[in-house]
């Protein structure tokens, strides 16, 4: 079982308010609904970061080799699969 520890946060009345409502629409206590939203926004902001490592990882091995695909190969390729088709990625190229 995890260990669990205690945060606070400080809310200005407005946004505590929309909290609770959402709680009580919800049937669920405003601390579900605060944790759902840390949750949420934790996985959100790492798949961001992911996704920022990816690109730079592409950019520099694009710089040292050249190989690429052209927007419109990849335009081709996206707008095939799109619509349902099996289709394999275009290949690279200098």
């Given at each position: 079982m995890p260990v669990l520890a205690t945060?606070?946060?400080k809310l200005d009345a407005?946004?505590?308010e929309r909290v609770q409502r959402i709680a009580a629409?919800?049937?669920r206590s405003a601390h579900w609904v605060m944790l759902e939203a840390v949750?949420?926004?934790v996985v959100r902001e790492e798949k961001r970061e992911q996704?920022?490592?990816?690109v730079?990882?592409?950019w520099e091995e694009y710089?040292?080799?050249g190989?690429?695909?052209t927007a419109e190969e990849a335009e081709t390729w996206l707008a095939k699969l799109e619509a349902g088709e099996d289709a394999q990625a275009p290949e690279c190229h200098v």
């Open positions: 945060t606070s946060l407005e946004l505590k629409s919800r049937r949750e949420q926004f996704l920022r490592r990816d730079l990882a592409a710089q040292a080799t190989l690429h695909a």
